[in-house]
């Protein structure tokens, strides 16, 4: 079964950059679409961005465009959330999430049922 692991967070000053990783274990990412989504303390899980299972596709949330890009390294079986101009909203802790394409689609969704595979999440904050 599919397992995630993120890293890559830590502390950074506003204006700061930050690049998340998720990298797969026990099963390969090649079948799925990955999105990133983040919890701030308080409040409901957001989307930030998600990418389809070639990397042709991606979505991003409004709030994170122009700001961050996804990408992915087949090779490596890893996704990649690069954070630039950070703000304090930025926030979180950032979580993983894997979503079989089983129909060959190549798209994703920034819709958290969608995703069957999360992983455990790291933390993202941004602070003077």
């Known amino acids: 079964q599919l397992q995630l692991v993120e890293s890559g967070g830590g502390v950074v000053q506003p204006g700061g950059s930050l690049r998340l990783s998720c990298a797969a274990s026990?099963?390969?990412?090649?079948?799925?679409?990955v999105g990133w989504f983040r919890r701030a303390p308080g409040q409901e899980r957001e989307a930030v961005f998600c990418?389809?299972?070639?990397?042709?596709?991606?979505v991003a949330a409004s709030s994170v465009t122009g700001r961050f890009s996804i990408s992915r390294d087949t090779a490596k079986d890893t996704v990649y959330l690069q954070m630039n101009s950070l703000k304090p909203e930025d926030t979180a802790v950032y979580y993983c999430?894997?979503?079989?394409?089983?129909?060959?689609?190549?798209?994703?969704?920034?819709?958290?049922?969608?995703?069957?595979?999360w992983g455990q999440g790291t933390q993202v904050t941004v602070s003077s």
């Open positions: 999430a894997a979503a079989e394409d089983l129909n060959n689609g190549d798209y994703c969704l920034l819709l958290d049922y969608e995703y069957d595979y």
């Open positions: 026990r099963a390969t990412l090649d079948r799925y679409a």
């Open positions: 990418v389809s299972r070639s990397g042709g596709n991606t």
